[in-house]
T-cell receptor, first 115, second 114 residues
């Protein structure tokens, strides 16, 4: 079954404790992306990657890191989480051509709470 | 960077009526405009998208129109049904060169009353 998976689905942590949210897709998609969703603010892009070893900042990259060492995986790293990073996080993937991206397939979401 | 404004933030219609959601964008380089539907507690899913080389696209009860000169695009849902109730997000992307950012609007909560 074609899918995007994220782990963990729920996480409660404390300020400053490094964490990683994993994202994996089995559709051989070139493009992968991370979003955060906050009430009243919609979806905001954190980072995206056009292919292996190619990453770029979205609109809200501060406090986050990503890596794309393999095509199927795109982990999101919070080196020192703070309460303002409490949010619902979505990973997404899509096909990408030389001049366009296509429909994004979203993962199920990760609910993160930082106390 | 790109800025996408979406209106209205909430919309309530009677079953069978039409619903229209409007978005404006700021970056004239944007050329890809998708619409996503998010039901309560679920992930966003694409319902329709349009690229800048066309002005309108239809898929059954859903249509999107694009006015590149005015930098706005709209989602039209006809003959609304209760299962259309959800949050709808528009988005815009330059989708080319070295920039493949996707910027979303803040969403519209559509409620279809039976």
């Amino acid at each position: 079954e074609a899918q995007v998976t994220q782990n963990p689905r729920y996480l409660i942590t404390v300020t400053g404790k490094k964490l990683t949210v994993t994202c994996s897709q089995n559709m051989n998609h070139e493009y992968m992306s991370w979003y955060r969703q906050d009430p009243g603010l919609g979806l905001r892009q954190i980072y995206y990657s056009m292919n292996v070893e190619v990453t770029d900042k979205g609109d809200v990259p501060e406090g986050y890191k990503v890596s794309r060492k393999e095509k199927r995986n795109f982990p999101l790293i919070l080196e020192s989480p703070s309460p303002n990073q409490t949010s619902l996080y979505f990973c997404a993937s899509s096909w990408a051509g030389s001049d366009r991206v296509y429909e994004q397939y979203f993962g199920p979401g990760t609910r993160l709470t930082v106390t | 960077g790109e800025n996408v404004e979406q209106h209205p933030s909430t919309l309530s219609v009677q079953e069978g009526d039409s619903a229209v959601i409007k978005c404006t964008y700021s970056d004239s380089a944007s050329n890809y405009f998708p619409w996503y539907k998010q039901e309560l507690g679920k992930r966003p899913q694409l319902i329709i998208d349009i690229r800048s080389n066309v002005g309108e696209k239809k898929d059954q009860r859903i249509a999107v129109t694009l006015n590149k000169t005015a930098k706005h695009f709209s989602l039209h849902i006809t003959e609304t049904q209760p299962e259309d109730s959800a949050v709808y997000f528009c988005a815009a992307s330059p989708s080319g060169g070295s920039n493949y950012k996707l910027t979303f609007g803040k969403g519209t909560l559509l409620t279809v009353n039976p």
